[in-house]
């Protein structure tokens, strides 16, 4: 799974310059493990058993669409 990160960067890159985006991305790594920290995933792939409730815009697309989000709330670590 990928995410999309890419238009952060070069909007950095293009206002800030090379060094503040290596900077943005050494943040956006330390946030990651964070998170992981906080929800008890060790690596990057316990990330896929962890329950997550999707509400709002991203619940909405999603049932457009026609994607269950239910499934997520109950996936078990």
Known sequence: MAVG???PVLKVI????LEAAISWYEN???DIKRF??????HTITDLRSVPMVITGF???WLSARGITTAQFAERKK
Do not use: P
């Open 5 to 7: 990160i890419a238009g």
């Open 14 to 17: 293009t206002c800030q310059g």
């Open 28 to 30: 956006f790594i330390i």
């Open 36 to 41: 992981m920290l906080l929800i008890g995933a």
């Open 58 to 60: 991203s619940q909405e």
